[in-house]
């Protein structure tokens, strides 16, 4: 197991009709052989999962962690706070490749698509 560095980019969405590769996320996470976030290799490792957001408003920028519990991934950029920030719809069931599609839904806020544009080990 390896840890991957994916990138996913702001795919054409409801006022972006050609999406924005300057708003995205970096995440550090492991994928099985099959492409597929592995949720043991990340209880094994879960202190090295992070997660970048990235946005052409610097005051959007947040670095926080990958969290999962039960069948949900989602991210947590607040250590004060208990409540995670984002959940990536059906992360879990995601291949992971470049070219494919994921939605992330932030707290309050429509959800939005990327795309994966880079996977890369650690």
């Not at 719809?89 to 291949?95: A, E, K």
Request: some cysteine.
């Amino acid at each position: 197991m390896s840890l991957q560095r994916i990138t996913l980019q702001l795919a054409r969405n409801p006022g972006q009709p050609v999406g924005d590769t300057g708003q995205g996320y970096t995440i550090i996470a492991p994928l099985t052989a099959a492409g597929q976030l592995d949720v043991d290799a990340w209880r094994e490792h879960r202190s090295e999962c992070r997660v970048v957001r990235f946005h052409p408003d610097p005051h959007e920028h947040a670095t926080g962690r990958l969290t999962h519990r039960g069948s949900r991934w989602m991210f947590h950029y607040d250590d004060e706070d208990e409540e995670d920030d984002e959940a990536g719809y059906r992360l879990g069931d995601h291949l992971f490749k470049e070219g494919e599609y994921v939605t992330i839904v932030s707290e309050g806020e429509d959800p939005l698509t990327y795309k994966i544009t880079d996977i890369s080990p650690v």
